[in-house]
């Protein structure tokens, strides 16, 4: 009857094992909701920045050219007489164009930021020339709590009122510029009787199809704006403890 | 002993904090209700500066060069110009949905729920009238431009020179929105403000 001296093999004791278990299970959930915000966040700044380059783009090669054959009485001749519709032709489209190139700048920039904060969630010192554009604009208490030395621990969350705020700025400026070019361009479709206003797409229909397609996306262009306001919003809501 | 004097203070900073807290949402609120009465105010008197303009002027119009001038009595109205018409419905809208959301805000503040779903309701439409206002006072804008300067390439002649009344109560009006929106534009950043504060 030798005494069984095995060598017991360690087992994992159950302390060990339940501590193993809850971090995974407790970290999942929030970590998913950041994420989701965050990947929504950057497919709508590229929407956005998308969105603003086609407009632009289709705003200035719009030009049109046609050449009118014009009968003079008197002498007797016929007149060639080539007159081109441009988007310069109204301010209306020159701010329209400048206004979409400020959204497509704004958008590209940010795409950026807020990519890199994904891949980055804990620190991202690119975050630092962000706020130093927005402190030009904005100086809330809050950028001042948030900036320089503090800059790691900030996460992607932090920076949306300096964002939300620039956010509605450049809603207002696409707005208005969709409005502008909506308003000329109507005119230009319908004419206006009583001021005598002759409508124009009836002869220059490729610039008029041009100017349509192009306030069509920036209406699209304003609604992702507009979006991205109510997702940041949303995302600031779900943090406050009830 | 260190740990209740530890335990005391904590508990008078934590007073304090919730005090300035409060006092600061009770600012920002009533700043909330202040901007929204000066909103209501300033798309109503936009909306009717524009409504009510009107301006009839004998115009001499001459048609042949051989036959004396015509005169013609042209009248100016706010309705004969679509984004005129687009400008006084956004103003109209507004000033109803600033109306309406002040006394929502003024009822609920009564009671003593937490009012997260309505204030992000609230924030949500600010945001759409933003959006809206602004789009009708660029369409308003550039549509007045063309009546002031006239546009050379389309041949649409200025009509300012003849109606300066009417030209000089539109800027008014538009000047007047203009300013509303921008009290539009406070009200969601104030929003977006408070919602940060209350999500530290």
């Known amino acids: 009857m030798a005494s069984t001296d095995y060598a017991v093999p360690p087992e994992p004791t159950a302390p060990d094992v339940e501590k193993a278990a809850p971090p995974p299970t407790g970290d999942a959930p929030p970590h998913a909701r950041h994420d989701y915000f965050r990947v929504a966040d950057v497919v709508l700044r590229l929407l956005l920045f998308a969105a603003a380059l086609v407009a632009v783009v289709v705003m200035v090669t719009s030009k049109e050219t046609r050449t009118v054959v014009a009968q003079i009485r008197f002498p007797p001749s016929l007149v060639f007489e080539s007159d081109s519709a441009k988007f310069q032709d109204s301010p209306a489209f020159i701010y329209f164009v400048a206004a979409l190139s400020v959204a497509g700048l704004y958008a590209i920039i940010t795409t950026l930021v807020s990519f890199l904060a994904l891949l980055k969630p804990s620190c991202s010192t690119k975050l630092l020339p962000h706020f130093v554009i927005f402190d030009v604009i904005y100086r809330w208490d809050i950028y001042r709590m948030n900036s320089g030395l503090r800059i790691c621990k900030i996460d992607h969350e932090k920076q949306v009122p300096e964002i939300a705020c620039c956010m509605q700025l450049l809603l207002g400026i696409v707005a208005a510029a969709t409005g502008a070019a909506g308003g000329v361009a109507y005119v230009g479709i319908k004419g206006n009787s009583h001021t005598h206003w002759a409508k124009v797409c009836g002869v220059y229909g490729r610039f008029c199809a041009h100017v349509e397609s192009a306030i069509a996306v920036s209406i699209f262009a304003s609604i992702l704006l507009a979006n991205l306001v109510i997702l940041s919003v949303h995302s600031l809501s779900k943090k406050i403890p009830k | ?200």
């Not at chain 2, 009510?52 to 004396?68: G, R, Y």
């Not at chain 2, 018409?85 to 003024?106: D, Q």
Request: hydrophobic letters at 50%; glycine letters at 8%; one cysteine or more.
């Open chain 2, 1 to 200: 002993m260190d740990g209740v004097e530890g335990k005391s203070g904590g508990s008078v900073r934590e007073e304090a904090s919730s005090g300035k807290k409060s006092g600061v949402t009770r600012a920002a609120r009533s700043l909330e209700l202040v901007l929204r009465v000066v909103g209501m105010g300033f798309s109503l008197v936009a909306a009717v500066m524009v409504g009510v303009d009107k301006e009839t002027e004998v115009v001499a119009i001459t048609v042949v060069d051989t036959l004396p001038p015509l005169h013609v009595s042209l009248t100016a109205k706010w309705c004969y110009m679509s984004a005129f018409v687009y400008f006084v419905v956004a103003n109209a809208i507004a000033c109803f949905y600033a109306a309406v959301s002040l006394v929502a805000l003024s009822l609920m503040s009564t009671k003593k729920t937490t009012q997260n779903g309505l204030t992000l309701a609230l924030l949500i439409l600010d945001l759409v009238m933003v959006a809206l206002l602004f789009s009708a006072n660029g369409a308003a804008v550039a549509v007045g431009l063309i009546g002031l300067h006239g546009n050379s390439h389309a041949n649409w002649k200025k009509v300012c020179n003849v109606f300066k009344t009417f030209c000089r109560y539109t800027t008014a009006g538009f000047a007047m929105s203009m300013m509303g929106s921008f009290v539009f534009l406070w009200l969601v950043l104030l929003g977006t403000l408070s919602l940060h504060k209350k999500s530290r």
